[in-house]
């Protein structure tokens, strides 16, 4: 169990610079709160980096190309999926779109679009309709 304690006290002070010895006199309850102190320091700034770094300027998740990705494997093979009412799609918006002004030109230019939700991470719109014409323009 001590051999433990010193691994990670010497890791501690390998990577932040503490004074071995002063950690080593350290009780055993006030080891375990530094150490639990600063992994909740980092913890926290981890979870503030990842919840304010937009999405759009990283990795998107891989479950919005499955559909896509599916589509296309049954074109490969010579099978052409069935479509049912009503039709939804997902549109995905550039970053400096004005999401407002996107929504307007939807509901002007395409009465029977419903609008279903806004999406906020990621700067998106999900829509339903019964025309899939209005989907192919």
Known sequence: ????IFDVL???YCIHRINC???MKLTYGRTLLLIAIISVVYGLIAFLYYYYTPYYNGYISDEIWYVDSARNL???IGLEPRLSKPYTATIFL???AD????ISLINTSYPDVK???TLSKIKAIYI?????SDLES
């Open 1 to 4: 169990m001590t051999r433990k």
């Open 115 to 117: 609008i279903l939700e």
């Open 128 to 132: 339903e309709t019964n025309n899939i």
């Open 10 to 12: 010497n890791y501690l």
């Open 74 to 76: 049954l074109y490969l």
């Open 99 to 102: 999401t407002q002004e996107i």
């Open 21 to 23: 010895e002063t950690l």
């Open 94 to 96: 550039r970053p400096e």
